[in-house]
């Protein structure tokens, strides 16, 4: 009885003790700390993007902490065509200052944004990620307008005949949000902006805006104004004195009957050279003038395309800009891939099927060698034993030599197989002219050994994992883009093959300087390679013909004259120099050729500007640097240099002149 007291007072005492504990939790308030980091972003331009260039990416991150670094990563697992898949973790850094928000712009592949890539951020302690999410393009094209000013494309409306013929989708850009790299502005048909916007843009801005063009972009100027001297020099108008000018000539540049504007409307501008052209109105009085910058073309007006007598021409402002844009596009020559795609510059991933792994017998050999082993284990070996009669020694001596004939076979394909790493690598080098390039490559590696290996290059701001899908044992892949690109590669499996793509803008890689004449369908004129390269097979591209220069040193020159050999374009231009070239179409140059070939016109050249082409097998900017503790047993580099130049008219006259 008294045990049974003991028991219950103890219950009642612990029901109490909960019945406390529970109203304290209920009643104290608990400290709970409020999250510090938080992120947003902005996919591409206004949210459009396309999901075979990559995306510019800006992320918004508020931090409400102490002093950080933050870490951002994002995970890219997408299918490529030829059994090639991207992989990977691409990661960068960015200081948190306490207590403020920074704006940290990163590039995805579109394909990935597609598929719906995350951003994850974290800092101290804390994480946060954010979905990446837009607008894909579909069969449209993409004109940026860079204005601070909210009606600024408004002059576009209705415009059509962009890219490929597909209609256009002006979007306003502000001058803060242009990207700053050439590369990034590629899937765009056209930018337009005025001069007084293109004097607010960085100076990084307005660098990968030249180079874009000069690349073959299409910038369309709206009105006249002051710009920097480099800048003054590319625009087809100067300043001048304003004045009244009619618009009766506007109508004339579009194809059909359309009733010419009425009024007049305030311009002004001079032209800049005579290689100028002038699409609407006059050379004392130009509208509409026209100037080739590298592989680009530089449109320029003499007027705001906003001023009411313009914007309000019902029946043909959509028709001139429509004009506009086809013709600035026709005339125009795109250098740089899309990144995926048929022709993407993904594709470049395909060298490695060039690789040799192993140096394998012909079947007539290991048919010999098997018809030997079964005479010998057979009949051969039957008719020693039986005439030894020791017939009983066959349990012992056909397992014998199955051993050692396996053996024998498996030593073989030890001796044969490489002591180590297999690399490639391939990439195109595009010369602007000036020393700049743009510069992008693959690098590619395997191993019959578990390995590990860092590529990297200082010169690119972009770079992408990939592997093949059928390696069972990818490994991990990091990819850094902060002042270049490094990619960290641990345990990749035997004979597994992996690669990183980078693309950036190079200096310091000098031109092939070219001074060309033509006259009556023949071109002369002098080549010298001011590159710092040793350049194979150059040749000239030039109304549809290739002609052949040879191999020129660092610092040489060759003349081109009737005395030069020259070849038939026959079909795409990248047929006919595989002819003079076969490493372009041989070995790891077949990616380059297929890259090349689906990219770009059958004859990239025109009667006022000529392509020169070449290859070299050193190490060039365009292909990353590979890092491995393993020995390399196998290397092969192969790049493309590329240039267009212009080619001056000379008539008969003037030819007996120089003569």
């Not at 109203?23 to 459009?48: D, F, H, K």
């Not at 003349?559 to 038939?568: A, F, G, N, P, Y």
């Amino acid at each position: 009885m008294r045990a049974f007291r003991w028991l219950c007072r103890w219950t009642v005492a612990g029901l109490l003790s909960a019945v406390a504990a529970f109203a304290v939790a209920v009643c104290v308030p608990v400290r709970v700390e409020a999250a510090t980091l938080q992120m947003s972003a902005v996919v591409g331009l206004n949210g459009y993007y396309s999901k075979d260039w990559p995306v510019p990416v800006v992320l918004h991150i508020v931090n409400r902490g102490n002093s950080s670094t933050a870490h951002l990563r994002v995970v890219v697992h997408q299918s490529l065509a030829s059994d090639r898949v991207m992989d990977g973790q691409l990661v960068w850094s960015v200081h948190l200052p306490a207590h403020q928000s920074v704006d940290k712009r990163i590039v995805v592949p579109g394909q990935a944004i597609a598929d719906g890539a995350q951003v994850v951020c974290e800092a101290g302690g804390s994480s946060v990620s954010t979905s990446l999410g837009g607008n894909p393009l579909g069969r449209v094209s993409l004109v940026a307008v860079v204005s601070g000013r909210a009606q600024a494309a408004q002059f576009l409306t209705g415009s059509s005949n962009g890219r490929n013929g597909q209609p256009v989708l002006p979007v306003r850009v502000t001058p803060r949000a242009l990207p700053d790299f050439p590369y990034l502005l590629e899937d765009l048909t056209a930018v337009s902006l005025s001069p007084s916007t293109l004097s607010e843009l960085t100076r990084q801005q307005r660098s990968a805006l030249s180079m874009w063009v000069k690349l073959g972009g299409l910038l369309l100027v709206t009105g006249v104004g002051k710009v920097d001297a480099t800048w003054q020099e590319q625009l087809p108008l100067r300043p001048s004195s304003s004045h009244r000018v009619s618009l009766a000539s506007l109508a004339s540049v579009i194809q059909g009957s359309v009733p010419p504007p009425s009024g007049k409307v305030d311009a002004e501008g001079r032209i800049a050279g005579d290689d100028v052209q002038v699409w609407a109105g006059t050379r004392e009085q130009p509208l509409i003038a026209a100037r080739t910058v590298g592989r680009g073309v530089v449109v320029q007006t003499a007027f705001s395309p906003l001023q009411p007598s313009v914007i309000g021409w019902s029946s043909g402002n959509a028709a001139l800009w429509t004009w506009v844009l086809k013709n600035g596009s026709a005339q125009s020559q795109q250098a740089l891939p899309p990144l995926t795609g048929s022709g993407g510059a993904l594709n470049l991933a395909t060298a490695s099927d060039a690789l040799p792994p192993l140096r394998v017998p012909s079947l007539r050999i290991w048919g010999s060698l098997f018809a030997v082993y079964a005479l010998v284990i057979g009949p051969i070996l039957f008719f020693v034993l039986r005439r030894r009669k020791r017939e009983s020694w066959a349990w012992v001596v056909l397992p014998l030599l199955s051993v050692v004939t396996t053996v024998g076979i498996y030593g073989f394909g030890i001796a044969q197989r490489p002591n180590g790493v297999l690399t490639e690598g391939v990439g195109v080098l595009e010369l602007v002219g000036n020393g700049s390039a743009e510069a992008y490559g693959m690098r590619g590696f395997m191993s019959p050994l578990v390995t590990s290996a860092r590529v990297t290059t200082e010169n690119a701001f972009y770079g992408l994992p990939l592997a093949e899908t059928n390696v069972r044992a990818l490994g991990e892949a990091y990819v850094a883009e902060d002042g270049g690109v490094s990619a960290r590669f641990d345990s990749v499996g035997r004979w597994g093959v992996r690669y990183v793509y980078t693309i950036g803008a190079v200096h310091g890689q000098g031109q092939l300087n070219a001074s060309l004449d033509a006259s009556l369908g023949t071109i002369s004129g002098m080549v010298s390679n001011e590159t710092p390269y040793t350049l194979e097979d150059v040749a000239v591209i030039w109304n549809h013909h290739l002609y052949e220069l040879g191999t020129l040193r660092q610092g040489q020159s060759v003349v081109l004259d009737d005395r030069t050999k020259e070849l038939s374009l026959d079909g795409n231009w990248v047929t006919t120099y595989g002819r003079y070239n076969a490493d372009i179409t041989h070995g790891v140059g077949r990616s380059l050729a297929q890259v090349l070939a689906a990219n770009g016109r059958a004859d990239p050249s025109s009667s006022g500007q000529a392509m020169l082409v070449a290859t070299c097998t050193s190490d060039t900017t365009a292909i990353p640097e590979l890092h491995t503790l393993q020995n390399v047993a196998s290397e092969q580099r192969l790049t493309v240099v590329r240039q267009f130049q212009p080619v001056t008219p000379v008539f008969t006259s003037d030819r007996m002149m120089r003569s």
